[in-house]
């Protein structure tokens, strides 16, 4: 069973940059898993904010951005503020049947 | 704009059926797959179920899969998930989600709450 790993939690200082990286239990992630980026606060729908790996959704500030860190996706804030704070979402397209499988999610913490 | 809003959540016993709808607007449907996504109480996302844009091809979790069958009718811009032998550990709230052309999810609907308890 495919499991997409994420940090837990992270903290950062306001202002401050950060990495939240989406790996594969076994495995690389590549661009043909077309990572994405989901941003949600408590009550809330998911907000996409990365698609394709790096290419930011409408009305996304440009302080996000996603890229590759050695065998995972990641995402970046650049600048963060205290509205970033809550959690993130990777997710990755596995093919073999279309099968999209979510990461555990990271909270993210500004302060 | 794009819109997608989920309904049909409820309250529902162990073993009962319930059936999802998701209503969308704002873009032309059948040229769109479109998943359904879960969150259980405090947990993390799981995707569910997606169909294609023409209904041709319909893929499942393998946590519903032969209990879940999601459907579309294109001339009401309308995608549903039918949920049969429901268990206490479907419960969540349910989202519909647009299936972008680049294999993720970008329009969200605000979702449905689905509990399964006796």
């Known amino acids: 069973q495919t499991v997409v790993t994420q940090e837990p939690s992270f903290s950062v200082s306001p202002g401050g940059t950060v990495t939240l990286t989406c790996g594969l239990s076994s495995g690389s992630v590549s661009r043909s898993n077309y990572p994405s980026w989901y941003q949600q606060t408590p009550g809330q729908a998911p907000r996409t904010l990365i698609y394709?790996?790096?290419s930011r959704s409408s009305g996304v500030p440009d302080r996000f951005s996603g890229s590759f860190l050695g065998n995972k996706a990641a995402l970046t804030i650049t600048g963060a503020q205290a509205e970033d704070e809550c959690d993130y979402y990777c997710a990755l397209y596995m093919g073999n049947g279309a099968l999209w499988v979510f990461g555990t999610g990271t909270k993210l913490t500004v302060l | 704009q794009v819109q997608v809003v989920e309904s049909g959540g409820g309250v529902v016993q162990p073993g009962r059926s319930l059936r999802l709808s998701c209503a969308a607007s704002?873009?032309?449907?059948?040229?769109?797959?479109m998943h359904w996504v879960r969150q259980a109480p405090g947990k993390g996302l799981e995707w569910v179920a997606i169909i294609w844009y023409d209904g041709s091809n319909r893929y499942y979790a393998d946590s519903v899969k032969g209990r879940f069958t999601i459907s579309r009718d294109n001339s009401k811009n309308t995608v549903y998930l039918e949920m049969n032998s429901l268990r206490v550990e479907d419960t969540a709230v349910y989202y519909c989600?647009?299936?972008?052309?680049?294999?993720?999810?970008?329009?969200w609907g605000q979702g449905t709450v689905v509990t399964v308890s006796s």
């Open positions: 394709s790996t790096d």
């Open positions: 704002g873009f032309t449907f059948n040229r769109y797959g």
């Open positions: 989600a647009r299936r972008s052309g680049h294999d993720s999810f970008d329009f």
